[in-house]
C-alpha cells in the first residue's frame, strides 16, 4: 500500500512539475532573450553615434600602392573566358 502512495504521489508531482515548466520556462527565456537584447543594443548606440557617416558621401582612409605584377596584369591587355568545346560522339 505505501509503495502504490508513494508511486501515485510521485507520478502527480512530475505531472505538476511539467505542467509548470511548460509555462514557466518560456516566459523565462523570453525575459532573458529580451534582456540579452537590450544590453547588446546599449552597447552599440556609442559605436553608432560615432562612427556614422552621412549618406552619399564617400571617404577613403588608405589606397594600397600597385606593386609591378599588378602594374604589368594592367598593361597586358583583354582577357577572354575560356569556353570548353565538346566533340558530339
Not at 548606440?45 to 552619399?56: A, I, S
Request: with cysteine; charged share 25%.
Amino acid at each position: 500500500m505505501t509503495l502504490l502512495r508513494f508511486l501515485i504521489i510521485t507520478i502527480c508531482v512530475m505531472w505538476l512539475i511539467r505542467m509548470i515548466a511548460r509555462v514557466v520556462l518560456p516566459m523565462l527565456f523570453q525575459s532573458l532573450m529580451n534582456k540579452a537584447q537590450n544590453q547588446a543594443g546599449t552597447q552599440q548606440q556609442p559605436y553608432r553615434r560615432q562612427y556614422r557617416k552621412p549618406e552619399g558621401k564617400i571617404h577613403i582612409d588608405f589606397i594600397p600602392p600597385k606593386d609591378k605584377e599588378a602594374k604589368a596584369a594592367d598593361k597586358a591587355g583583354e582577357f577572354v573566358d575560356y569556353v570548353e568545346i565538346k566533340d558530339k560522339p
